[in-house]
């Protein structure tokens, strides 16, 4: 019996007759500008993918087969790795067990240091069953590690975070005499993207790291495919959802290749990747927001097949995270795997016709890339001429901008901040100073406000007058109080039909929210009647009217509109109004 085929029913409808459509009801605007999104990497991003923008793509390969951009397993397993901040061993090693017995599945130590076998045997107690990493390693604990592993076959993996290319004699030695249970190195890329690299950089330079590593251990005599097993990658998880699934699917086969191409064997070629959801993006205002951002993350790395995540609690940005935040950002992870069911699938994006283009792209970028650093004479020598840091500055401060400028919006501190809330009380200084944050700096204005406020009892007020056309003032009134709320000052909103209405309002700042017609008549009468009764409050303008130069002459102080910086501007109105900057 035949199979009937329901969408066959439908005419195939070609690519050309949907660009028609599309281009009719475009009106004459720019295609380009309209329709396709340049992204950070400078990949065009097209409106939509069809079947042809595969037609010459190899992706017809299953999951657990070289190159593995499929997956390196045949299922969607990951394993939940928690981690554990203490610093005693006993209390690592307790915290470690709870976790373990409320469903962590791998752990990694932080901060505990080990000097000896006896604090290294307090450590371990009781965790035998799981696979353990030890994110600060040094070359002392892969020491002690190593003589514990001999004799015991049946250990789980056993990990560090110490880069391998720090000392490579001693990575030679250490691969020598590893057994297999231990994987004594991690080349870490999550470094690269909280300094600013963009997906195609964060893979390119860690590959290149990569391929310095193997290069440096053949030239000492060590098999490849033993090199290649003794070095995992760990990576942070971005907010760009299916570019950050891609990179995870691209850098699969980017090692593969890398592996391969120095003899190794396709077994030894699979990477072991760990993500860990980013600190660039998490927020200490409206901090639960953190906790959407990281489930977002996490689904990333896990239908990008890494082979751990870690879901960093909401609160780590600004405090030691506490039970109650470890424990959510645990079940984030066991909701997604056995009430989601997102292990069930390997690689469920294969044939989406949008995730394997950019997949392709990225990949195909980040190998030419990675050409160009080996074309300098490899990763170390790029990063010691200030090659690879110029390029991180670069793509960061192109990052920052987009912060700045609200064009990257985070929300609840650049955008739709809640101008009542307060963090000073909360935060603890000494994590606000780990690592880079994108918000940081939007931050320091709610911070700066919040203590002008401490210490005088008083919150600068803005009023934000409405007049006039009701959709411009909506509008304008919506954009000066998101504007001004990143500063945390106090918003209030009043309509007036005349300038008689409001000219002894109290207020430290006045906003005219209106249309640009109706602006100069207005701000001189308004101004005038401010004038007559004494009262000095700045007035500034929502908007960037023809008639600036006019308003600013009749004492106008500023305006305030999309192009505006809000980080110069609010800082200059704090200055103004007395705050210590």
Not at 165 to 191: K, Y
Request: contains cysteine.
């Amino acid at each position: 019996m035949e199979t009937e085929h329901l969408l066959d029913e439908f005419p195939a409808v070609s690519t050309g007759t949907w660009e028609d459509v599309i281009h009719k009801d475009l009106k004459g605007a720019d295609y380009a500008k309209k329709l396709i999104w340049q992204s950070p990497e400078g990949i065009a991003v097209k409106p939509y993918y069809r079947r042809e923008d595969i037609a010459n793509l190899n992706i017809d390969q299953v999951p657990g087969t070289f190159p593995y951009m499929r997956s390196t397993r045949v299922n969607g397993e990951w394993r939940i790795r928690e981690e554990i901040g203490a610093e005693s061993p006993e209390d690592a090693n307790s915290d470690a067990e709870n976790a373990l017995a409320a469903g962590a599945e791998e752990i990694s130590f932080s901060r505990v240091v080990i000097r000896n076998s006896s604090v290294l045997g307090m450590l371990l107690v009781n965790l035998q069953a799981a696979p353990l990493h030890f994110e600060n390693g040094d070359e002392v604990l892969v020491g002690l590690l190593m003589e514990r592993l001999k004799g015991r076959p049946d250990s789980k993996q056993i990990s560090t975070g110490l880069n391998p290319l720090a000392n490579l004699d001693f990575a030679a030695a250490t691969i020598r005499n590893s057994p297999p249970e231990l994987v004594p190195f991690t080349i870490h890329g999550e470094h690269l993207e909280e300094s600013g690299a963009n997906a195609i950089q964060e893979l390119a330079f860690t590959v290149a790291a990569g391929i310095d590593f193997l290069a440096e251990m053949d030239l000492r005599g060590i098999e490849i495919d033993r090199a290649a097993a003794a070095v995992a990658f760990s990576f942070s998880v971005g907010a760009s959802y299916f570019f950050q699934i891609a990179k995870f699917r691209a850098f699969r086969p980017l090692w593969a290749r890398a592996v391969e191409s120095f003899g190794g064997g396709h077994e030894t070629a699979k990477a072991r990747m760990n993500a860990r959801t980013s600190l660039w993006n998490k927020t200490i205002y409206d901090p639960h927001v953190n906790v959407l951002r990281a489930t977002t993350e996490a689904i990333s790395a896990v239908l990008g097949g890494a082979d751990s995540v870690c879901v960093a609690a909401f609160d780590e940005c600004y405090k030691m995270p506490d039970v109650d935040s470890r424990r959510l950002a645990r079940n984030t992870q066991i909701m997604l795997k056995h009430e989601a069911l997102l292990a069930q699938v390997a690689d469920p994006g294969a044939g989406s016709y949008y995730l394997e283009a950019i997949t392709d792209s990225i990949a195909r970028e980040a190998w030419k890339t990675m050409q160009q650093i080996e074309a300098v004479g490899g990763y170390r020598k790029a990063r010691a001429a200030g090659v690879l840091d110029k390029a991180l500055e670069d793509s960061g401060k192109a990052r920052e901008k987009t912060v700045a400028l609200r064009r990257r919006v985070f929300t609840g501190t650049n955008q739709y901040a809640n101008a009542d809330e307060k963090a000073l009380e909360r935060i603890e200084q000494s994590y606000l100073d780990v690592g880079k944050r994108g918000a940081a700096s939007y931050e320091q204005l709610r911070l700066r406000t919040e203590r002008y406020t401490s210490e005088t009892g008083k919150t600068p007020r803005v009023l934000l007058v409405e007049f006039g056309d009701m959709k411009m003032r909506a509008a304008r009134s919506t954009f000066a109080s998101n504007f001004f709320a990143c500063a945390g000052f106090e918003i209030a909103t009043q309509r007036i039909d005349s300038a008689d209405e409001i000219a002894t309002v109290k207020a430290d700042l006045i906003v005219l929210c209106g249309s640009d017609t109706e602006y100069l008549e207005l701000a001189t009468s308004f101004l005038a009647k401010l004038s007559a009764v004494g009262c000095e409050i700045p007035v500034l303008v929502a908007g960037n009217p023809e008639s600036a130069e006019q308003l600013h002459a009749t004492g106008v102080a500023d305006f305030v509109h999309i192009r505006s910086n809000p980080i110069e501007v609010l800082t200059n109105w704090q200055q103004r109004l007395g705050m210590k900057v």
